[in-house]
Each structure stands twice: as C-alpha cells, then as structure tokens.
C-alpha cells in the first residue's frame, strides 16, 4: 500500500495494474488530492476503514475480493462516493455496478484528466452546501447591515454607538429571546470590564429613541420584566 499526504482529502485507489494506479494517482495529487493505492480487494477493505477517505475510485476486476463485492460491502457502513472502473463495456456490468451503490463507471483504456473531472464533479454533488451566513437582520422596516456595519430605518441610515449596535445586533439575531442585562452586558463589554447592569437600560432607552416610533410603546425592542430584553418575534405586517 502506497500513501501521499494533502489538505484536499484522500482518494482512495484500489487498482491492481500498477502502471495505471500510479498514472491516476499522480493526476489526483497534481489537482491536491491524497491517495492511498490498494492492489487487492482485502487491502481495500482494511484501506477504507484506516484512511477515511473522501473518494474511492475501485477496479472491478481484482484478485481475491472483485470490485463489485468490494462495493457491496463498503456500502453496508459507508456513503463515499465510488467510480468503478473495467475493461468491459457491457450496458450489464454498468448497472450492476451501479446498482451496487457505485456513483460512476469508466472503461478503460480512460483519460486520466478526464477521471480526475469526474471525480470532482462527484464530490461536488455529494458534499452538502455549507448554507450562507445571514448577512442582513431585517424585521418590519428595520434592517442591520452585518457586513457594511450600518442600521436603517425604512431606507433611513440611523446612526448608533458601538455600544448600541453591539445590543441591536445580539438582540436581532435572536428575536423572541429574552437576554438578560448580564448577557448584553457581555456584548457590549467582552474584556469583562465594571459596569453597572443598569448601564443596558441606558443604551436601551437610548436606541428606543432612534429605531421607534414611540419609544414609550416599543415595536421591536420588548422588555421583559425582571430579566431584561428580547427582540420582537411578531409579524411586522
């Protein structure tokens, strides 16, 4: 068993013609890939369950374990993403292999180049899509900019101290959720500076008078008696 190290994740390679596992193996690591290279179905087994890796690409014909009974069985305990590879063509050997749990299928003789695309186009499906940080806290005609820093009112820039938009965000971020005068404190102070609690209903009374329109009958900022503040979760229809 040969082994590279890279921060692209391990593609796991079970081929037993060495030329063409070295061939497929030097394309992937010139893209970042590791690989691990097995020529047997039980060093494949063994392989899979040490090195962890993101891919296998799997030989069909092999001594010992064939590469369809090396699917099979790597599908009881495992979803990674397998390509198959043979030298027969037949539509049959396709879908058994495919019904077997492979993802792909490539007859030789294959381009290496070609391999390496399919590879990443598989992967690209089968990873999950990391879901976009919410940049923008709106709530009826009140937006928080997170990534320009900024706050408006119905299109209106409304200017805050830091202090002030420390709270708003924390509050926004969580409408509904009822934070207490110690944990906004904490958003406003994070060294763990003195302060009197009080200080929150200073700032609070203080962004009222900017973002409301009555600030003695507040919209989105709600105080929660005896605790401290939570931001609307109503409709702003």
């Not at 019904?99 to 391999?115: H, T």
């Not at 186009?121 to 999950?128: D, E, F, G, N």
Request: glycine share 8%; charged share 25%; aromatic share 6%.
């Amino acid at each position: 068993m040969s082994q590279s190290i890279s921060s692209q994740g391990t593609v796991l390679i079970v081929e037993d013609d060495r030329n063409t596992a070295a061939l497929v193996a030097a394309y992937l690591e010139r893209e970042g890939f590791a690989t691990v290279v097995v020529h047997d179905g039980g060093q494949a087994i063994q392989a899979a369950g040490s090195c962890s890796p993101v891919f296998v690409i799997l030989d069909v014909m092999l001594p010992g374990m064939d590469g369809w009974e090396i699917c099979r069985t790597l599908r009881k305990t495992s979803d990674v993403p397998v390509l198959m590879l043979t030298a027969r063509e037949e539509e049959l050997d396709r879908v058994a292999g495919l019904a077997m749990g492979a993802d792909d299928y490539v007859v030789k003789p294959f381009s290496p180049r070609e391999l390496v695309e399919r590879v990443r186009a598989i992967l690209r499906r089968s990873r999950p899509v990391s879901p976009q940080p919410v940049m923008v806290l709106s709530f009826a005609g009140l937006e928080l900019d997170i990534e320009k820093h900024r706050v408006a009112r119905d299109g209106r820039p409304i200017e805050l101290t830091s202090s002030e938009y420390k709270i708003l965000q924390a509050l926004m971020s969580s409408p509904g959720k009822a934070f207490s005068r110690e944990e906004l404190l904490s958003q406003c102070y994070p060294q763990g500076e003195v302060v009197i609690d009080r200080v929150i209903d200073v700032h609070i009374g203080k962004l009222r008078q900017k973002i409301e329109d009555d600030p003695s009958r507040p919209r989105y900022i709600q105080t929660v008696r005896g605790h401290g503040y939570r931001f609307s979760d109503e409709s702003g229809d």
